[in-house]
């Protein structure tokens, strides 16, 4: 919304035309959220706790998740709405990659906020069945991958590359949807599986969200890619903005969320976020990257499958509670340790992941 204004103005004034600069606008759109966040989190956070909207706990988690029961949730509305805000201010709307990114924000926050209200009406713990929450995944997913699979202006947009090799680059074809639904999904619901302490989901987002953004900016100049030898992806590069909203939204959630939360994001958030790393991964084709960043959401997942596994085929348990972190906190880990943890693990992988610009 202002760069158009700005390139209007800049037909008189001159220096309107730095708003034009895709990393000025990604710090705005960090700067727009944040505030954004800041100024409504509390008006929120009363709302939530009026209309009780409070966290369901299961009956059969860590004892000491007890005390966070009637926490108000759905605080990922916040999250979204911020994202949103500083992407409608500062991207360009008229850019199709912006475009499917707050698209796909928008359905699976959608999502996310039905289940959270099945919960809330049913007073459970338990909201969309899982064969119906992941369909309407599955339908979403695939909806994106058509989209840009109709759209698309180069074969790198739809060609799948593999980092540190700088050779390897595989046209995908129709098998570009599959790449979507398996992407979108598992990143959507992998987030979703992490969200289960204070602070620990929305951090390792915040910080991938960052370095994708370097990657979008990236990809998006053909001068940086050629010598990075990366993806040129003509236009992405406003991504940058997205991730930059992401980071900022993020960072001030993270102002209520962290310990000991005042507010949780919800499926609301969760699946949202999730989604939205999934999407700009494969905006600027780096969903190898992806899960080397998100090596700690893909643990609490691989961790959810392998218990599930187990114990229908066996009957027997690997872990004492599954995700991961529920199965450190009764080994004792207080939760504070397993989240900051999580937080330092995630920025080792995020550097590992970084690194892959240059070497190959």
Not at 100 to 110: I, N, Q, T
Not at 196 to 220: E, N, Q, W
Not at 253 to 271: E, K, R
Not at 302 to 312: D, N, P, R, T, W
Request: charged share 10%.
């Amino acid at each position: 919304m202002f760069v158009w204004l700005a390139d209007w103005l800049s037909q008189y004034i001159s220096g309107f035309r730095v708003v034009d600069y895709i990393t000025l606008r990604t710090v705005l759109a960090v700067l727009t959220a944040l505030i954004f966040s800041f100024a409504f989190g509390p008006f929120v956070i009363r709302k939530l706790t009026h209309y009780e909207v409070g966290q369901f706990v299961r009956a059969e988690g860590p004892a000491s998740h007890r005390v966070k029961a009637g926490t108000p949730t759905m605080g990922g509305l916040l999250i979204v709405l911020g994202i949103i805000v500083a992407t409608l201010l500062w991207g360009r709307l008229d850019n199709r990659f912006v475009q499917v990114a707050l698209a796909g924000l928008a359905y699976f926050a959608a999502i996310g906020a039905a289940d959270d209200v099945i919960k809330l009406r049913h007073t459970r713990s338990e909201g969309l069945s899982a064969r119906r929450k992941f369909l309407l995944q599955a339908v979403g997913a695939v909806g994106i991958g058509v989209w840009l699979f109709n759209t698309y202006q180069s074969p790198a947009e739809i060609t799948f590359f593999v980092p540190f090799f700088k050779s390897i680059a595989l046209p995908m074809g129709g098998w570009f949807l599959l790449s979507c639904f398996l992407v979108i999904t598992g990143s959507s619901n992998a987030v979703n599986l992490t969200d289960g302490l204070d602070g620990l989901a929305i951090m390792p987002a915040v910080i991938i969200a960052g370095a994708l953004g370097v990657f979008a900016y990236s990809s998006g100049n053909a001068v940086i890619a050629d010598y990075l030898t990366i993806p040129s992806v003509t236009g992405v590069g406003e991504v940058a903005v997205f991730c930059g909203a992401l980071v900022g939204a993020g960072i001030g959630f993270l102002w209520f969320n962290t310990y000991p939360a005042q507010v949780f994001m919800g499926d609301i958030g969760s699946l949202a976020l999730g989604a939205a790393l999934g999407i700009v991964a494969i905006l600027i084709r780096q969903e190898i990257v992806l899960f080397i960043m998100g090596g700690v959401f893909v643990m609490e997942t691989v961790s959810v499958a392998l218990q599930v596994g187990s114990y229908k085929l066996t009957g027997k348990r690997i872990f004492r509670m599954a995700p991961f972190h529920h199965h450190l906190e009764l080994k004792g880990w207080a939760e504070p340790k397993i989240i900051v943890r999580f937080w330092i693990v995630t920025v080792i992988l995020v550097l590992v992941g970084l690194s892959t610009l240059k070497v190959r």
